[in-house]
Each structure stands twice: as C-alpha cells, then as structure tokens.
C-alpha cells in the first residue's frame, strides 16, 4: 500500500513542480467548514519542507483555479530559465548517457566533470546548463567508499551543488562538452588554482 503524502492534516490530491518547488493541493475531508481544501506552494531542503502562501476553501472548483493560476506563473517561470539560460550560453540540449562514462563504485569522479541523471531533474530543468558540474569533494567521490554525497560546482552557474553518488549519470570528457561548459571549466578550473596560491 502506498503512504499518502500529508501536510499536516491535509492529504496532498494534486502536485506540480515549480522552479522553486512545488503548487499542491490537499484535502481534509474533516476539516473545519472553510478549510476543506488549500492549495500551496512547497519548499524544501535537506532539512525540512515549508507550505506557503496556503489558501483554503470548501469550494474545490475555487481551489482548482487558483492552482491553475500557479501552474500557468511556473510554466513561464520555466520558459523564462530556459530562455535566459540558452542566450546566455547558447546549446544547452540535454547530455544523454551515450555521451559519458559509466562510473563503478571502484572508481574515484573527484576533479572530473560528472553528468547528473535527468531523472534527478525537473522535468523543465533538464538540460546540460543543469546537468554538468564538477566534483569537487565528499565521500562519495571517492572509490569503494560508504559515503554517498558529494559536493560539486555547478559549471554553468558557478553555484555549489550536493548530490548523491548514484544521481549521476557518469563522466564525460572534455571533447563531449558544449563549448560553453569548455570555457566556463577553465575560468572555474583558474579560480580554484587562484585560490590554493
């Protein structure tokens, strides 16, 4: 049997991913007269999960509604990432597994540019701008190790990243990579040598 997912009281009917989350529905069918249904924006970490801007009515017509209203706000969130992301870089299509190396647990990934796995994305995220970082650390770059994290920077943004082992997809080497992810690898590749000296 499958766990039905609760925010709080409220079991979640309905969810869509955002940029930054998610827009859920839940219903309690004992609420109190007013609050049979919300509709709510999700956050999380690694730590916890927050609801916000939580609206609640007994009319799930009006509750629909204003979770159609939200979803149309992401989708053009999404186009707006993707848009700004592909003038700022150019090709950013998705890296496909035929393009990397398949990692074993034997083998150690620190100091090379990983791929993550496109299942580990949203699905309006899916591309090489998202996909393509660089390990940098954490057990779990290291080969035969117990440890599954690992720590990367994020070759588009510059951003640091954690994954876990088995997020990523493989290796891939640096006549794979779009020229954008060759150039923004050496600038990263030079701050890090700037920062040892």
């Known amino acids: 049997m499958q766990n039905k ?9 309905l969810s869509t991913p955002t940029t930054s989350g998610e827009c859920v529905i839940g219903e309690n069918i004992k609420a109190n007269p007013g609050y049979t249904y919300m509709v709510a924006n999700y956050e999380s970490n690694e730590i916890c999960g927050v ?23 992401a989708s053009k969130e999404f ?11 150019g090709d950013i299509s998705p890296i496909s597994k035929s393009h990397c190396e398949p990692v074993s647990y034997e083998d150690s990934i620190l100091n090379k540019v990983a791929v993550i796995s496109p299942s ?23 080969s035969n190790s117990r440890g599954r994290k690992v720590f990367v920077t994020n070759i588009a943004s510059g951003e640091k990243e ?7 997809m493989g290796t891939i080497n640096n006549d794979n990579l779009p020229l954008w992810a060759q150039n923004r690898l050496q600038q990263i590749t030079a701050e890090f040598d700037d920062m040892e000296i």
């Not at 916000?52 to 209203?69: A, F, H, P």
């Not at 186009?79 to 870089?89: C, D, F, G, I, V």
């Not at 309006?124 to 770059?141: D, I, K, M, Y």
């Open 5 to 13: 997912r609760m925010a709080g009281e409220y079991e979640i009917i």
């Open 51 to 73: 609801y916000n801007d939580v609206l609640c009515s007994d009319n799930y017509s009006e509750i629909l509604q204003l979770y159609g209203e939200r979803i149309v706000e």
């Open 79 to 89: 186009a707006k990432k993707y848009e700004m992301l592909k003038s700022k870089l």
């Open 120 to 142: 580990c994305l949203k699905r309006g995220l899916v591309n090489s701008a998202n996909q393509l970082v660089l390990v940098t650390g954490g057990f779990g770059a290291n």
């Open 162 to 168: 954690t994954w876990c082992r088995e997020d990523i």
